[in-house]
């Protein structure tokens, strides 16, 4: 019997979302007992994101954060927006023509990771409790159904299943509610979904990955507060877009984000971006510098139309674990934090009187929020993009946010599964990707090294496949095993042996970006929590 501890509220993932319901649930109630569990060595660790901070959500958590220190420290100066035609052409775009959805007024530059280790201070100073380095592996229920709380994965198991001599049982807590704030693809929240029918009337969810990296530059060539985004150029068979962010300290932060729905096998979202950093619109500042960190994280981004319910019984998603991200605005902090904060209402609404329902009384809270009114009102813009391109699809959210203010009397939708766009190796082109230099361009060992990822090597693999023989029977001789392109890290490689193709799986390389569970064309690929403080170490990112 596993030892057990009682709260009124666990949750699980310490990010904006789920530490921004921390805090509003103390805020409302000083006496609820309530914990977080993260599964990262400390708070942050684990988080990545772009990012541009709209401080709204923040302005309502803590009127006073300048006072109290938050990491807000480069506002937006200016933004440019740019399509590339190729490897050395570029347009930039009219500001005036550029959908106000992605104009940065009033914003900041930020690293979500600070920011949460500054949220998990304000949290603890509040009375939440925070367990870093505890993942939370399985889902309790009551007899009747009801989510009772979460269990902590058992710790010191060898990979062959064996207890080492650090063999460390897991805890369940259990709670009378659990909120689940895990990010993109969390591991719980996709059961949920599953075993509740949570998006029955949901759109598919869609997802890109991104990829990040922090640079050290000249400070002549450092412009603090700088924005700029684009898309184009080199992701000809796939869309998305980039980023390149001034921050402080003479650092920015560049990045590619590839939706998950591209159709080519030979794709690599690694290689894309090596190649991007070459453009004359980047290398003008990262020429001379010096690489950071590097990290890559999944992004759910099917917004408004794809958004599964968030309450079950005993339960709630919040943030990215349900998909509150704004993708027009290519923003999800604030609606995470908002998202996170509703839901502390109403289960403090509930727990102080039994007679109201969770469902109802986050319903209606959902209802009347900033929340639904920006989600809904940007809920053509990524379907426009798939189904238009980025020009169509850019004239069309044009006249959807600039002149109709994202009330087009029509809603467009996005049916297909991200997974099953792969094409065959017999129907695409293969793409041929120049060496890395080593200056602009870099190897992916290299850049997991930087992200500081580290697990226990003597563990059960948390990269679990449902047939083993699908990876080197029918995904190589279909598409030549895409888990090798679209990973990263490299934690997927096809090895040629005597007996022939094995497929070897690196997993003390992950970076927990879940993009094999997304985008596997077989959906062979589930990823599951590794022993706690496994995975990235990232810094100010």
Known sequence: MRESMEF?????????SGLSTAIRLKQLNAELNVCVLEKGSEVGAHILSGAVLEPRALNELFENWQDLG?????????????????????????????????????NYIVSVG???????????????????????????????GRVKGVATGDMGISASGEQLSTYMEGMELHATYTVLSEGCRGHLGKQLIQKFSLDAN???????????????????????????????????????????????????VAGLIVDLNYRNPWLSPYEEFQRLKHHPVFKQYLEGGERVSYGARAITKGGWNALPTMTMPGA?????????????????????????????????????????????????????????????????????????????????????QNILGGKMPITLHDTSVDHAQMQTIAQAKKIDYPKPDGKLSFDRLSSVFLSNTNHEEDQPCHLTLADDSIPTGSNLSQFAEPAQRYCPAGVYEIVEQASGPTFQINAQNCLHCKTCDIKDPAQNITWVTPEGTGGPNYPNM
């Open 8 to 16: 009124d509220v666990v949750i699980v993932g310490a990010g904006p």
């Open 70 to 106: 938050a990491p807000l420290n480069t506002p937006v100066t200016k933004d440019e927006v740019y399509v590339l035609k190729n490897g050395e052409v570029s347009k930039e775009i009219p500001h005036a023509l550029v959908p106000n959805s992605m104009k940065n007024d009033g």
């Open 114 to 144: 600070n920011l949460s280790r500054w949220l998990a201070e304000q949290a603890e100073g509040l009375g939440v409790e925070i367990f870093p380095g505890f993942a939370a592996a399985e889902i309790l229920y009551h007899e009747d």
């Open 202 to 252: 949901a759109d598919p969810q869609h997802y890109a990955l991104g990829i990040k990296e922090l640079w050290q530059i000249d400070p002549a060539k450092h412009q603090p507060g700088l924005v700029v985004h684009g898309a184009g150029w080199p992701l000809d068979d796939a869309s998305g877009g980039f980023f390149l962010y001034h921050t402080d300290n003479n650092q920015v």
């Open 316 to 400: 709630m998603l919040v943030g990215c674990d349900a998909g509150t991200l704004n993708v027009a605005k290519i923003k999800g902090t604030h609606t995470a934090m908002k998202s996170g904060m509703l839901a502390a209402e109403a289960i403090s609404q509930v727990l102080a009187d039994d007679s109201l329902s969770l469902g109802e009384t986050f319903s209606d809270s959902f209802d009347q929020s900033w929340l639904k009114q920006e989600l809904y009102s940007t809920r053509n813009f990524a379907p426009a993009m798939h189904k238009f391109g980025t020009v169509l699809g850019g004239a069309f959210n044009y006249v959807d």
